[in-house]
């Protein structure tokens, strides 16, 4: 099993950055994939961005290429989502994900593991 827990979320102005991580624990030996997903109130839950178990491949939703950067630092168990250039639309629930496996990938029924997810909101 692997747990994972989310931190950094908050509020910020349009315009704004902000960096959301994801800590493993548990189980963490093998090599996992992850992934960023969000859920804005009143939508489903869609891909933000996911990257491989070396970090030699990612994805990013259409909407988040340019201003969102998805890394991992693997000595510490953590994913980053570093979130640039800020909009309102950006306000959702972050979630992390992950699942054994070196691929990449982007659609949420892909993976096992999920955390509670933090809250970002961008005011305009």
């Known amino acids: 099993q692997v747990q994972l827990q989310e931190s950094g979320g908050g509020l910020v102005q349009a315009g704004g950055s902000l960096r959301v991580s994801c800590e493993a624990s548990g189980r963490t030996k093998n090599s996992y994939a992850a992934g960023w997903f969000r859920q804005a109130p009143g939508k489903e839950r869609g891909v933000v961005a996911a990257?491989?178990?070396?970090?030699?491949?990612?994805y990013y939703a259409d909407s988040v290429k340019g201003r969102f950067t998805i890394s991992r630092d693997n000595a510490k168990n953590t994913v980053y989502l570093q979130m640039n250039s800020l909009k309102p639309e950006d306000t959702a629930i972050y979630y992390c994900?992950?699942?054994?496996?070196?691929?990449?990938?982007?659609?949420?029924?892909?993976?096992?593991?999920w955390g509670q997810g933090t809250q970002v909101t961008v005011s305009s």
């Open positions: 990257i491989t178990w070396s970090g030699g491949s990612t």
């Open positions: 994900a992950a699942r054994l496996g070196t691929g990449l990938y982007s659609v949420d029924n892909e993976y096992r593991y």
